[in-house]
């Protein structure tokens, strides 16, 4: 038998370990080119865009995941000391429902091509004008896309 008062304990940190297990921590870039286009990325077997960027390997800071993230999946070459950190966002995750994201968000310019590589199916320079016309994560949309708008 449980004593009372310790069950609504336990109920509350069992509550608290599966709000845990739905948050994605990740790392993104904010790439924008001399156009004022978004360079957003579609993952194999997803329907949403999102900003370029991913998970962290154990070990790695922020910029560090990020630079491997973008050569991994779009062929950018970049080092940590060019990255300009924006910020620390949350948002809905846009591909598992029910999980919220955590963001730390960087911008970076880029010179030459870029490729969708690894699990990229897809990229896209958007136009924000244009943003109705594809289905894009909320964390861009309701974070990143209004850093744009500030300058």
């Given amino acids: 038998m449980v ?4 069950q609504g304990w ?27 286009e978004v360079l957003l990325v579609r993952k194999r077997g997803t329907t949403v865009f999102m900003q370029p960027g991913g ?9 560090e995941a990020l630079v491997r993230e973008l ?3 779009l062929g950018i070459v970049a080092r940590p000391d060019e990255l ?19 963001a730390e968000v960087y911008s970076l310019r880029i010179t030459g091509p870029v490729s ?11 136009d924000l004008a244009d943003l109705d016309t594809v289905p894009v994560a909320p964390l861009s ?9 500030r300058g």
């Fill in 3 to 6: 004593p009372r008062g310790v």
């Fill in 71 to 73: 050569n991994e999946e």
């Fill in 84 to 102: 300009e950190h924006l910020g620390y966002f949350e948002a809905d995750a846009a591909n598992e429902a029910g999980h919220t994201v955590e």
């Fill in 141 to 149: 949309v309701e974070k990143i896309f209004p850093l744009i708008a």
């Fill in 10 to 36: 336990a109920d509350g940190l069992r509550h608290l370990r599966v709000s845990a297990s739905r948050v994605i921590r990740i790392v993104a870039a904010l790439i924008v080119n001399d156009a004022g």
């Fill in 116 to 126: 969708p590589l690894a699990e990229i199916e897809e990229l896209l320079w958007l």
């Fill in 55 to 63: 998970k962290y390997e154990p070990g790695e800071s922020a910029p």
